[in-house]
């Protein structure tokens, strides 16, 4: 029945995404059991990170002259991986793939792991998502945990004790990490701090470094409880040489990173370490980490007129996201102005948004005295303007707006160094196009 | 007299944001002390004089360890409500004081620690997200909010709540009866910072908290916007769907 099906899709031939897995199940429900796979089959997930892991991975393992199944145009819930696995058979329901790369959405686990079983399992990182699906991300270590299977190897984060918690006493674990800059915290801030107490005492943790939200490495003061040691380990860059050492096991390789945000130092960490457990030599782990290029991302910083223009993708109803991309705008220098528009467009018309993630997110960031104006447009921009009062915003320094698009015709540019626009998802073509070309025609009208 | 408030476990009792509802009443009272007693401390409340004691949102796990330094304290718990301490928990910390809590999918079914009268079922597969609008005594203006939630709670109508719900679930899809009220304590199944979102039920907290002077409502203006926009769209019968009436 498997291969009944798998040829049928091979013949509809429509591959990159979900409906032939759909089908496929429809067709054969245990197709994830029974369907011819790749020898190796390493399934990606975690709450950031997993799509761009999963194309490094790969890219890397295709550098490797192996061909590989992977669900990068696709969707990465259980229709989606079930789609990419048919891609990799023939019309004789043979496997014609060395490998499998699948993302997988969190919160699939229990609809694909029990039944694929994979080889491998990659976790970035699990931090809050969003309230109404995610919960918090205990619930998703044990949606996980429970999916499992104990002959699994796991490559897992060692910054994150919530991450290294995952599987059973039979999974073998490699641990990947970064070490600290030394700029890094030992007290933690912010409103997403997930692993506070000791597993085995419930004595709150020491951060012997804190990076953000609970990523970094704990001691417990009583018991003596820390962080796993990280197996494969990226350090921080030379200032003389821009290279980084990454230590895998015993060997250490000299690497320069094609990108240095330490969102993706994290995410090649996670692609080495698999490749090690692959058992790919470290010097050419390394050459390989070297050639790997993230994808764009939905990120774009300009400057016109001697003005910075930054557009951000701020995830509206994800507290953790939206605090990555206020530290991201304290980290630019110069005097600053903020569009935001980061309302659930769903809710608009047949619901009412919660806003209580914004009070997971650290808009205190916002409170700088580097932060000229805030325009906030929306229909929860009375919300939003109350969190930024919350956080210590000067509420005169708020400008609100019901149009989302309005407060870059309104925006003041006068002294400002930076302008960033921040939208969300739901509309950056609708708010975050707009706003962006609104103010690149203004900013080079000023400069001519 | 400066006002004492007692965040239990914060390190655990930290989720959605509900710890804005602490920030918020020191925002109004900023002689008040805020005390954060961790997990392996002895509560406050034990041994002194507290004037609001606050518990907020755990994971199902966290729920456990919050009975288990909970259940030594009972007949003190009992004593305080009695006396007309003020208590606020929300959102599922409230489930911790009932007689049990059951959750079939994490396999246990644990006693509470059986203050209050009613039971807790955990589905960790039947998570439950909607608004929720009603009445609470004392509160001049209707109180607006949200619930996303795993559990329900069942119990007898009799036991007051904290709000009758003109729309939206109460304690669960069976009845407008939601959370828990008695004297002082407040349990509240609902989520986020319930006081930033409602200005007036904060300023009856205040005036009970404080009454002579009653301290003013911290950022009143931009509070009462937000809850205003939020309210007239509560009002919109097109923002409420089925699943969020209750089955009579």
């Not at chain 1, 956080?391 to 003041?412: C, Y």
């Not at chain 2, 805020?34 to 004037?51: A, C, K, S, Y």
Request: with cysteine.
């Amino acid at each position: 029945m498997g291969k009944c099906a798998a040829l049928a899709l091979r013949l509809i031939g429509r591959e990159g995404t979900h409906v032939p897995g759909r089908i496929a199940l429809w067709v054969c429900p245990d197709l994830l059991a029974v369907i011819a796979r790749p020898e190796t089959v390493i399934v990606v997930t975690g709450t950031n990170g997993k799509t761009t892991t999963t194309n490094l991975l790969a890219d890397a393992l295709s550098a490797l002259d192996l061909s590989v199944s992977t669900n990068r145009a696709g969707s990465n819930l259980r229709d989606g991986i079930v789609a990419s696995l048919v891609s990799g058979v023939n019309i004789w329901g043979k496997n014609r793939r060395d490998v499998a790369v699948l993302e997988m959405d969190e919160r699939s686990a229990l609809r694909v792991l029990p039944q694929l079983a994979p080889d491998i399992v990659v976790c970035t990182n699990l931090t809050r998502d969003s309230i109404k699906r995610n919960a918090h991300p205990e619930f998703i270590a044990w949606i996980l945990t429970s999916a499992i299977s104990p002959t699994t190897t796991l490559v897992l984060n060692s910054d994150d004790l919530i991450t290294v918690s995952l599987g059973g006493d039979s999974n073998r674990r490699v641990f990947f990490g970064v070490d600290p800059t030394g700029d890094e915290s030992s007290e933690p801030s912010g409103s997403a701090v997930d692993a506070s107490i000791c597993p085995r005492c419930d004595e709150r943790l020491q951060w012997v470094f804190w990076r953000f939200n609970h990523i970094g490495r704990v001691r417990c003061p009583v018991c003596g409880f820390t962080s796993p040691v990280a197996d494969i380990r990226v350090s921080p860059v030379d200032s003389l040489t821009g290279l980084r050492s990454l230590a895998i096991n015993t060997e250490s390789v000299s690497v320069r990173l094609a990108n240095d945000s330490i969102v993706n130092v994290y995410n090649v960490a996670a692609v080495a370490a698999t490749l090690d457990v692959l058992a790919v030599e470290p010097t050419v782990i390394g050459s390989i980490v070297e050639s790997l290029t993230p994808p764009p991302s939905r990120f774009a910083d300009e400057t016109i007129g001697g003005v910075r223009l930054v557009r951000l993708l701020t995830k509206g109803l994800v507290g953790v996201a939206v605090s990555r991309a206020f530290a991201h705008i304290l980290s630019v220098p110069g005097r600053k102005a903020i569009l935001l528009a980061v309302d659930e467009t769903t809710d608009r018309f047949d619901g009412v948004e919660n806003t209580a993630w914004t009070y997971d997110a650290d808009y205190e960031y916002l409170a700088d005295p580097s932060i000229a104006a805030i325009y906030v447009g929306g229909v929860r921009r009375h919300d939003q303007a109350l969190r930024l009062a919350m956080a210590g915003v000067d509420p005169d320094k708020i400008v609100l707006d019901e149009s989302e698009t309005r407060g870059a015709d309104l925006v003041v540019l006068d002294g400002i160094d930076a302008i960033f626009n921040l939208h969300s998802n739901h509309n950056a073509v609708s708010t975050g196009d707009a706003v962006h070309g609104k103010l690149r025609t203004r900013l080079l009208e000023l400069s001519s | 007299m400066t006002l004492t408030i007692e965040m239990l476990f914060p390190e655990i009792a930290n989720l959605y944001g509900d710890n804005a509802n602490i920030e918020f009443l020191s925002r109004c009272l900023p002689e008040a002390r805020i005390v954060r007693t961790g997990l392996n401390e002895t509560p406050q409340f034990v041994t002194g004089n507290v004037d609001l004691v606050y518990l907020g949102p755990l994971t199902e796990r966290g729920q456990l360890r919050a009975i288990s330094r909970l259940i030594p304290h009972k007949a003190r718990i009992v004593e305080l409500i009695d006396s007309g301490t003020h208590f606020l928990f929300t959102h599922n910390a409230m489930e911790c004081l009932g007689a049990r809590i059951v959750n079939a999918e994490m396999n246990y079914d644990e006693p509470g620690v059986g203050i209050f009268d009613f039971s807790t079922e955990v589905g960790m597969f039947d998570r439950y997200t909607g608004k929720v609008m009603g009445n609470c005594d004392g509160v001049s203006e209707p109180v607006v909010g949200y619930k996303s939630q795993f559990s329900m709670v069942s119990s007898s109508p009799e036991i007051p709540g904290f709000m009758r719900t003109t729309r939206g679930i109460g304690r669960n899809p069976t009845t407008h009866v939601e959370g828990v009220r008695r004297n002082n304590f407040i349990g509240t199944s609902l989520i986020g910072p319930v006081l930033v979102m409602n200005p007036h039920l904060t300023q009856w907290l205040l005036a009970s908290l404080s009454p002579s002077p009653t301290p003013p409502l911290a950022l009143r203006e931009l509070a009462l916007a937000a809850y205003n926009a939020r309210l007239r769209e509560f009002h919109d019968e097109r923002t409420w769907s089925a699943f969020e009436r209750v089955a009579d």
